[in-house]
């Protein structure tokens, strides 16, 4: 019963590359939550999605952040043109449904480290 | 919108004594109140999480919770701290019947001394 899984857990990116992060949900999960955990500091959302559906961006950075979360497939965060300021650590966390057996919890995975030089 | 305020960005304590972290939210709406711990370089476990019912709400590793809806706090606490308990320990609230969506406090170190 494998928990959220996010890949890579480290990566090491140059400034102007593009940075790429997975997650795939907890079995019967359909909803996945993007965060950004910058040093010492707490959690920011960043985008709440379904399965093709992107519900909630408010967190997202107007250029250079994109999210999907395909119909086959994990969700992917993707960063275009790195700079050092998006070096942080990237959680995802899932849920079921809404109304079915979701019991407001949200399940995290250990994140992806990106660290731009 | 909601917002969530750890007043103590770290509590140092000695082991085997009592501790309590201070959580206080707003919001306009009915919320849901959670407890995440994180330790080094891990992701998020959740503690305890308080619902509806009882506004004393007990979760794992010994921990507790109290929602006081006059005060809007939700603080933390464990009556009896061990080594393992240093970790980073976040408050979270989401609205009731929303997108479940949580919004973190900026945590609060818990440092625990032999």
């Known amino acids: 019963n494998a928990g959220v899984m996010q890949n890579p857990r480290h990566l090491v990116r140059r400034r102007g590359q593009e940075a790429r992060l997975r997650c795939s949900p907890m079995?019967?999960?359909?909803?996945v939550y993007w965060y950004r955990q910058l040093p010492e500091e707490g959690l920011k959302f960043m985008v709440y999605?379904?399965?093709?559906?992107?519900?909630?961006e408010s967190g997202m950075p107007k250029e250079r952040f994109s999210a999907e979360f395909p119909k086959e497939g994990p969700s992917i965060l993707r960063i275009q043109q790195v700079v050092r300021g998006d070096s942080a650590a990237y959680f995802c966390?899932?849920?079921?449904?809404?109304?079915?057996?979701?019991?407001?919890?949200?399940?995290f995975g250990e994140g992806s480290r990106l660290t731009v030089l | 919108a909601q917002s969530v305020t750890q007043l103590d960005s770290q509590v140092p304590v000695f082991e085997e004594a009592p501790v309590e972290l201070r959580c206080n939210y707003s919001?306009?709406?009915?919320?849901?109140l959670f407890w995440y711990v994180q330790y080094p370089n891990q992701g998020l476990q959740l503690l305890l999480k308080?619902?509806?019912?009882?506004?004393l709400v007990k979760g794992i590793n010994g921990f507790e919770a109290e929602f006081n809806k006059s005060q809007t706090s939700f603080h933390l606490r464990k009556p009896s701290v061990h080594i393992s308990d240093t970790a980073e320990y976040f408050c979270?609230?989401?609205?009731?019947?929303?997108?479940?969506?949580?919004?973190f406090g900026s945590g609060t170190r818990l440092l625990v001394r032999p």
């Open positions: 979270a609230v989401s609205e009731v019947d929303s997108s479940y969506k949580l919004i």
């Open positions: 308080y619902l509806s019912g009882s506004t």
């Open positions: 079995k019967g999960h359909s909803h």
């Open positions: 966390a899932s849920s079921p449904p809404l109304g079915q057996g979701h019991t407001g919890e949200l399940f």
């Open positions: 919001s306009s709406v009915s919320v849901y």
């Open positions: 999605l379904q399965k093709e559906n992107i519900i909630d």
